[in-house]
């Protein structure tokens, strides 16, 4: 039936929107809103009809599959938010962070649920919010019972309504609803639906105030993962085009549309048109093979219900076809079969994508750039559309398992602290001026051209005990475990710091890397790319102990006064070496700062030397990687430093990084360090 009926309603709403896309008449535009209106209208009335025959019938199956839980939610939250905000009404979502990432159950049944209580919320309330939020109730074993609760600001429901609420066709309060449209069946599938997966619901309503429903619904969970954060971010989306413009063209890109239906096919070309793709069409599964001997497609469409050769024998044997052409093209299943069960089918025959008759032109050209190739496509520029509204789109990152997390004086780039979502607590820099968040408040140039001026004094400080304790805090709750990488033990009281802090938590653990500066960070990028490969906390601290071995980390300072000024060498010292033009190498040895050898001579001497001896080597050197990290240093000069290291060892990376404001008071201008790790990392 739902197919019979889905495939004329495709036609209907396919055409109108080639109407609504035409430079119409305002009362032509009207009519054709009023089509699109009615047509949804009429297929949601014949899907929960078709749904109550079902259930009645006892042939409503529950389908499990494991999904997204966050994916699932997306959906939804991106769905109903159009539709508060065309009413005006605020819309909440909160989703507690330990909700397991995936999930064992009928995630169309559930998303069911979840709309038909949202869409009432939106439709019962004229102002005030809608709000939805999730929580595990219990946990029995790899069962966690949900509970899904759905809260409006509305009109509220009479105590005496409430329990005929979930009986079929039955509407309460209709003086007040004759206006909102509803046929009364909502509800009692939701009930059914909710009793079928073995859950409950309850609603908790104060008549002119509000309702809350509340669906408790038992789970499988698929996984250690837990969802983490939820953020309702605002980005740009389209919600209405005044002018239709279509998202993108590709007119190099071949479609081949499979469908026995010459209407449908000519619809679904219709609504292409724009993107210019060069589009075929086949009207049997024996047409599309032998189209497809021919020629390379980029995406093939495919119908599932055909005679002689239905979309799932169809794409066995293009899947089959040893050699063809379109063994490996991407194939949705373009159908007018809807039921969960028909989804995991689809999924479980090898179907790269599913799309649902009716389908709009946006649902076409949305599916398909998920599957183009990338240099095929040419975004159309936004700006064309008449009406751009900004909305959230819900943006939800699963918390991951283990996070790495470093201080500032670790000295690595934005783009790889990015790129292995290592987060970095700053350290002080504390100045007679007051006190500055690393890199954050204050910069490297700034803090030395501060301290040229003779007088003037500045020290590095770790964080305090309750900063890392905020830190870890707003962390876990991204991550199920932290391993925070903290900066040599002998040269910074950070590690003592951040290990106090880590008391208070038991998913917390502090590593004294050794080291300072880019060398900290090496080690913190090792551990970051064994947690992204998944390895557990033992063998990423195993990892880290052994990189603390083969990661060198030096120095050579320009001169010494920085070093006697924040107290590191005495000030004696350091004017016998002013004098004599020495230049100490710093170096870190067993977690402390030690002065590894003094060079003699002119600056470019000296460097050389440095150069030379720190790569002395090369055969046991990883060369993937080699950090430059100075204070004070003007380009052309770090192009010579970076001409002599290419003479001894050729790198394939070097990442010349400013050293941050808490080490180069250390160190003082006119100072760098070569980091890199020798051989034997896995
Ligand atoms: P309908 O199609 O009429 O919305 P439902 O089965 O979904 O059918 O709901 C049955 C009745 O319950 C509605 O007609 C309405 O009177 C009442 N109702 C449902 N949800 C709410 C709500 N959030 N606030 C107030 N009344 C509600």
Redesign the pocket.
């Known amino acids: 039936m739902s197919h019979e009926i889905r495939t004329p309603i495709n036609t209907i709403v396919g055409l109108n929107e080639m109407i609504l896309r035409e430079n119409v008449s305002d009362e032509v535009a009207e009519d054709a809103q009023n089509i699109q209106s009615a047509s949804k209208m009429l297929l949601s009335l014949i899907n ?1 009809i078709l749904d109550m025959s079902k259930i009645e019938s006892g042939r409503m199956d529950i389908i499990p599959v494991v999904y997204d839980t966050g994916a699932m939610l997306s959906d939804i939250v991106n769905m109903i938010w159009v539709r508060a905000k065309e009413k005006g009404l605020e819309f909440y979502v909160n989703v507690e962070d330990s909700i397991p990432a995936q999930l064992n159950g009928d995630e169309v049944r559930i998303k069911q649920i979840l709309i ?2 949202l ?3 939106v ?3 004229s102002e005030g919010s809608v709000t939805l939020s999730i929580q595990c109730r219990r946990k029995e074993g790899d069962k966690v019972y949900i509970a899904y609760s ?1 809260s ?1 600001t ?4 009479k105590k005496e ?1 409430i329990p005929h ?2 009986s ?1 066709f ?5 003086e ?2 004759r206006f ?11 009930k059914q639906l909710v009793t079928l997966m073995g859950g409950e619901i309850e ?1 908790n ?1 104060v008549y002119t105030k ?2 809350t ?1 509340v669906a408790i619904i038992p789970q499988q969970i698929a996984g250690d993962g837990q969802i983490g954060e939820i953020d309702l971010q605002k980005k740009h989306t389209i919600s209405t085009r005044e002018h239709y413009r279509a998202l993108f063209e590709a007119p190099k890109a071949n479609v081949l549309i499979v469908d026995d239906n010459v209407t449908n096919l000519m619809v679904a070309k219709k609504l292409l048109q724009d993107t210019k793709i060069n589009i075929d069409t086949a009207e049997s599964g024996v047409e599309c093979i032998t189209m497809s001997e021919h020629r390379r497609y980029d995406v093939i469409l495919m119908d599932h219900l055909m005679p002689e050769m239905d979309g799932i024998e169809c794409l066995r044997r293009l899947r089959g076809r040893s050699g063809g052409l379109n063994r490996n093209t991407p194939v949705v299943a373009l159908t007018a079969n809807a039921g969960g069960d028909n989804q995991a089918l689809y999924r479980r025959e090898g179907f790269d994508g599913y799309l649902l008759k009716p389908v709009s032109g946006a649902q076409l050209e949305a599916e398909l750039l998920r599957h183009l190739p990338p240099d095929l496509v040419k975004m159309t520029n936004t700006s064309g559309f008449n009406d751009v509204v900004v909305g959230p789109v819900l943006d939800h990152r699963r918390k991951q398992l283990i996070m790495i997390t470093t201080d500032s004086v670790s000295d690595l780039p934005r783009t790889l602290t990015d790129k292995y979502r290592i987060a970095v607590l700053p350290y002080h820099v504390l100045t007679e001026g007051g006190d500055f968040k690393d890199g954050e408040e204050i910069e490297t140039d700034g803090i030395l051209s501060y301290l040229s001026l003779k007088a003037k004094k500045a020290h590095s400080c770790e964080p305090a005990v309750s900063d890392y304790e905020a830190f870890f805090a707003e962390q876990l709750t991204k991550a199920q475990h932290i391993i925070h990488i903290a900066m040599a033990s002998k040269a910074s009281k950070g590690y003592e710091k951040a290990l106090e802090a880590s008391a208070s938590f038991d998913n917390v653990t502090v590593v004294d890397s050794g080291h300072l500066s880019s060398g900290m960070g090496i080690i913190a990028l090792y551990a970051a790319r064994y947690a992204a490969e998944g390895r557990s906390v033992e063998e990423i601290l195993a990892q880290t102990e052994r990189m603390k071995a083969l990661t060198q980390t030096s120095f050579i300072v320009g001169s010494t006064e920085y070093l006697a000024r924040s107290g590191r060498i005495s000030s004696g010292i350091s004017a016998v070496c002013e004098a004599c033009m020495l230049h100490p190498v710093i170096v870190l040895k067993n977690s402390a700062m030690k002065v590894g050898s003094i060079r003699m001579g002119t600056r470019d001497t000296v460097w050389k030397k440095y150069i030379k001896s720190a790569l002395r080597a090369p055969a046991k050197i990883d060369n993937g990687i080699l950090f430059i990290t100075y204070a004070g240093l003007k380009p052309e000069e770090l192009d010579e430093i970076a001409a002599m290291v290419k003479k001894e060892v050729p790198f394939e990376t070097v990442i010349y990084q400013k050293a941050s404001p808490a080490i180069s008071i250390n160190c003082g201008p006119e100072s760098f360090g070569l980091l890199f790790a020798h051989k034997g990392a896995q």
Request: hydrophobic fraction near 40%.
């Open positions: 929960d038909n209580l869409n009432n919320a439709k019962y309330t759905v409006d509305g009109m509220g429901i309504s609420l979930f079929a039955r509407r309460v309060d209709e007040k609803n909102i449209e509803g046929t009364g069946l909502g509800l009692s599938i939701v609603v309503s509000g309702s429903f």
